[in-house]
């Protein structure tokens, strides 16, 4: 792969809306990223395996819990300076975000917000150091957009809990130490339970012959008769509203990380064009091409725009769902049709690990996929703007 030659588009000067702290933590991961993801990433990705040596450096950045507070082993920051890490990770890659994004969001924030304090005491340290790893089980085989239909289920045996069934399509799940799982109780109540690798009955087969994400481990979580101790259900929260719950801060990382992975699509197929010759000029002096990065540079403006407002309004405890939904959405499918443009930018070149955007551009058919379809936060923003739910 090429030398990372990246430089962040900021066309409306958002750098003016941050303070010195975010922009301190997100060239941080700037300079993390361009040293030790760009220079591995390709390959990683070629052979389909997750850079597990990435882990140190991401508990370094503050990726793991950035918002997590400092006496559980978090960052502590808040809610921008953790849109602005995903970002710069997303710029990497798509699926090194989403082991930091499972991490923080949906295994440390769950744990913190629903846990006990023998719990939070016991797995968030770690967690924020990378000492351990964890996944979340929410998609079924037969229950992806309809979580709330799951099958996996826990009986109270009286000094455990015995727990049967499957998750698909988990990240992170082949090299987990922990997984959050969410299983129905006899009664079909939603909850959720920390279950831990080497519990006998506990399986993690990995998925195979991805084309997206392929530097990022999924794999499925199988549970035959698993004895789960008591004291590992998260109490504080039950129902399909708790890993809702997980899921908005998540999508609200994604928001951000698209933009990311965007901005790199976007400033690769600049530079391409001005150094590409065709009919004896640079390929940026052809107004068609400079029609596509236009348009790419004002999307990833306005979905920069959307995504430091509604970290303002996380910061200020009062983002919605439906507009967390809505920047997840927005910002998904813009960096989607900007990774299309920008490979069509570089013609033959974009379709080669000589550069990232084909890599880009295949992670994001799994970004604009999971944490909700696409189509699924439509019928979120339309139920929330009509009062009439559209999904049955
Ligand atoms: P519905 O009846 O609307 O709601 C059930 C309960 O949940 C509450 N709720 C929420 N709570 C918190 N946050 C949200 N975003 C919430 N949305 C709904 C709701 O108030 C209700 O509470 P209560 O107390 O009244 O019971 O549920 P529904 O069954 O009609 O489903 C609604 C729908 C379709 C929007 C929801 O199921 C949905 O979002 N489906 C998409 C599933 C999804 O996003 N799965 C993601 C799996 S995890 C993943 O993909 C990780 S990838 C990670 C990576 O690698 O980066
Ligand atoms: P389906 O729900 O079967 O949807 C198929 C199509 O039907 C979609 O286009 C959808 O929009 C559409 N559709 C469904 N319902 C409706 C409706 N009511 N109205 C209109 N259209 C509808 N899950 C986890 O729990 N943890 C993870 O860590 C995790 N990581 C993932 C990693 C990868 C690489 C991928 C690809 C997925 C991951 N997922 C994870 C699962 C992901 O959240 C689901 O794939 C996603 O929620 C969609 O579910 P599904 O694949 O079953 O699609």
């Given at each position: 792969m090429k030398a990372d030659q990246f430089?962040?588009?900021d066309y409306y000067n958002l750098d003016e809306l941050l303070s010195d702290e975010h922009k301190m933590v997100r060239d941080a991961a700037r300079e993390w990223v361009k040293r030790e993801v760009s220079p591995i990433i390709e390959e990683a990705a070629q052979k389909a395996e997750f850079p597990k040596q990435l882990?140190?450096?991401l508990a370094e950045i503050g990726a793991f819990g950035p918002y997590i507070p400092e006496e559980y082993g978090?960052?502590?920051?808040?809610?921008i300076s953790y849109g602005l890490i995903m970002q710069e990770i997303e710029r990497g890659d798509s699926g090194v975000r989403s082991t930091a994004s499972?991490?923080?969001s949906l295994v440390m924030y769950p744990i913190f917000k629903y846990g006990t304090e023998e719990q939070k005491k016991k797995y968030l340290p770690k967690l924020a150091s990378g000492e351990m790893m964890g996944c979340f089980g929410l998609t079924e085989p037969d229950h992806g957009s309809n979580p709330g239909g799951m099958t996996t289920n826990?009986?109270?045996k009286g000094d455990y809990y015995l727990l049967n069934g499957a998750k698909m399509?988990?990240?992170n799940a082949t090299f987990a130490d922990i997984a959050i799982v969410w299983a129905k109780d006899e009664e079909g109540r939603i909850h959720g339970l920390i279950v831990e690798r080497g519990m006998e009955g506990f399986t993690t087969p990995e998925?195979?012959?991805?084309?997206?994400?392929r530097a990022s481990a999924t794999g499925e979580l199988v549970f035959n008769n698993v004895k789960v101790p008591k004291e590992n259900l998260m109490p504080e929260k039950s129902g399909l509203g708790a890993p809702l719950g997980c899921l908005d801060s998540a999508r609200y990382g994604i928001a951000w990380g698209a933009i990311g992975a965007a901005m790199d699509c976007y400033d690769t197929a600049l530079r391409y064009a001005k150094e590409r010759e065709q009919f004896g000029k640079p390929i940026a002096s052809f107004q068609l091409q400079q029609k596509k990065l236009a348009e790419m540079i004002t999307e990833i403006t306005k979905a920069q725009l959307l995504a430091w407002r509604l970290g303002v309004m996380r910061n200020e405890g009062t983002a919605t769902s439906a507009q967390i939904s809505m920047a997840k959405r927005n910002n998904v499918a813009m960096a989607i049709n900007i990774a299309r443009e920008a490979r069509q930018i570089l013609g033959g070149m974009g379709i080669t690990g000589e550069y990232s955007i084909m890599r880009h551009s295949m992670n994001l058919?799994?970004?604009i996929t999971y944490e909700g379809t696409h189509d699924i936060h439509l019928l979120i923003t339309g139920l929330d703007i009509t009062g009439i739910p559209a999904f049955q």
């Open positions: 430089q962040a588009p882990i140190k450096g978090g960052a502590g920051l808040d809610q499972v991490q923080s826990f009986k109270d399509w988990i990240s998925t195979h012959n991805k084309w997206s994400l058919e799994s970004v």
